[in-house]
């Protein structure tokens, strides 16, 4: 008999959607009133048998509460104006404005790298950011002892017996070897990601940042072809007429190994303090594939040659941007990152 009101009055409760303030002060005065439905059957529990008392007594006390908590919700839904057809709608204010978010700095100077090149025919491919001491290194021709591998430069995560040391990689040269252990020549493609180096972060230097790395092997793939394409990328990136040099370097990959220096894009090459007075700005690294690299990854270096080079993004940006603190890239600054609206989304 109790037990057949109590699930017809829940039943009741779960259905009821008031539509106004007086319609809740109704379910209160019916349920949970002074001379309302739960008093009475606290009333009637009274008078049943012992046995029934202990069901009946949780079941009641649990309607009681689920009256009381429906309660506090409509009634709290009418306090802060949620529904209701007898509120003080104002259905002429304006709507609430909502702000766009912006593509990081870093994000669409990438994209716009990545556009440039693939006018050139490049493909993008990817690899991981953990990697194995032969993809980081070995692979790329570095010696045992070079001071690349050094607990400062890198971030190793463990020492693998079978696989040599695993870290965080240094730099994306390590999907270069990825992508030629994994397929045929010719290859020519850019790889965009995020690189660690264990260095104090400061104003210049920061334990993650970011590269593009390039690679391009074809049988007859010569340095000419090399400083064309950089040449092509700078004027697309900044401007025509921008110049630049190639200075003699060392990377254990690539010979020879070159470093390209583009004019200030701050002053014009007139000296200023982001080319430090002297009118050029190293951008990246490059060279001739070594043969020692092809023939780690399998590829007959008697028949393919092939060019790559490796360029930070923060640092195009900086020059783009003229951003001089490499911090502000990884601070989440809304008011640095909202300056970068663009037309892309
Ligand atoms: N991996 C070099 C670095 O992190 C950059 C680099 C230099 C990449 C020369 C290359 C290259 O592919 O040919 O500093």
Redesign the pocket.
């Given at each position: 008999m109790m037990q057949d009101k109590i699930n017809q009055y829940t039943a009741e409760i779960s259905a009821f959607e008031p539509r106004s303030a007086a319609e809740t002060e109704a379910f209160r005065i019916k349920f949970l009133g002074t001379k309302g439905i739960i008093k009475d059957l606290f009333d009637e529990f009274k008078a049943v048998s012992p046995e029934e008392k202990r069901v009946l007594g949780k079941v009641l006390n649990d309607f009681k509460k689920l009256a009381e908590e429906k309660y506090q919700i409509v009634k709290e839904q009418f306090e802060s104006g949620d529904a209701g057809a007898d509120q003080n709608l104002d259905l002429s204010l304006p709507g609430e404005g909502f702000e766009l978010g912006s593509r990081h700095p870093l994000s669409l100077v990438r994209r716009e790298i990545v556009e440039i090149f693939k006018k050139l025919g490049f493909t993008v491919a990817e690899g991981p950011e953990i990697e194995d001491d032969w993809h980081n290194f070995s692979a790329l021709n570095f010696p045992e002892e070079h001071p690349a591998r050094d607990m400062q430069d890198t971030f190793f995560i463990n020492k693998d017996a079978v696989n040599g040391d695993i870290a965080l990689r240094?730099?994306?040269?390590s999907v270069?070897v990825r992508m030629m252990e994994n397929g045929k020549p010719p290859f020519r493609a850019i790889m965009p990601g995020r690189?660690y180096r264990n260095e104090a972060i400061s104003a210049r230097a920061h334990c993650f940042f970011h590269?593009v790395?390039?690679?391009y092997v074809d049988e007859n793939v010569s340095f000419a072809d090399l400083k064309q394409t950089l040449f092509y990328f700078v004027q697309e990136m900044y401007g025509e007429g921008t110049k630049v040099r190639f200075r003699p370097s060392y990377?254990p990959?690539?010979e020879p190994?070159a470093e390209m220096d583009i004019s200030c894009t701050i002053c014009g090459g007139t000296g200023c303090p982001m080319c430090k007075g002297s009118g050029w700005v190293e951008i990246?690294?490059?060279?001739m594939v070594d043969p020692n690299v092809l023939e780690n990854c399998g590829i007959d270096s008697q028949k393919y040659t092939g060019f790559?080079?490796?360029m930070g993004i923060e640092r195009i940006t900086n020059l783009k941007y003229e951003i001089k603190d490499l911090r502000l890239f990884s601070e989440n600054d809304v008011r640095f990152l909202k300056q970068f609206q663009s037309e892309v989304i």
């Open positions: 240094t730099h994306t040269s270069q690189v590269q790395e390039g690679l990377f990959f690539t190994s990246l690294g490059c060279g790559a080079f490796g």
